[in-house]
Nanobody, 118 residues
């Protein structure tokens, strides 16, 4: 069984920073793309940033220049450094990983709350 466990969420004032981490554990052959999504109350879940196993990154326009995604393949862990946080960044942030094996499967973490006060 594979698990993705997030950490690092919390309450921060506007302009502040947080660093999210997501560690994958279990029987892991390979991890392709890892990413962070978020869901605010009453809104759909949306992609924030993603990173491939080779290190190529993709960011949503609303976080470009403020958030940085990275990963440590040896630790099966993905990180997201969030700077210059805004109240509109308030959401539950979910980690996603696409794991390889006999077939590729997508896994989700349980989510971590990020609250940015004005």
């Amino acid at each position: 069984q594979v698990q993705l466990v997030e950490s690092g969420g919390g309450l921060v004032q506007a302009g502040g920073s947080l660093r999210l981490s997501c560690a994958a554990s279990g029987i892991i052959i390979s991890i392709h793309t890892m990413g962070w999504y978020r869901q605010a109350p009453g809104k759909q879940r949306e992609l924030v940033a993603a990173i491939t196993s080779g290190g190529s990154t993709n960011y949503a326009d609303f976080v470009k220049g403020r958030f940085t995604i990275s990963r440590d393949n040896a630790k099966n862990t993905v990180y997201m450094q969030m700077n210059s946080l805004k109240p509109e960044d308030t959401a539950v942030y979910y980690c996603n990983g696409v794991l390889g094996g006999s077939r590729d499967l997508s896994y989700w973490g349980q989510g971590t709350q990020v609250t940015v006060s004005s």
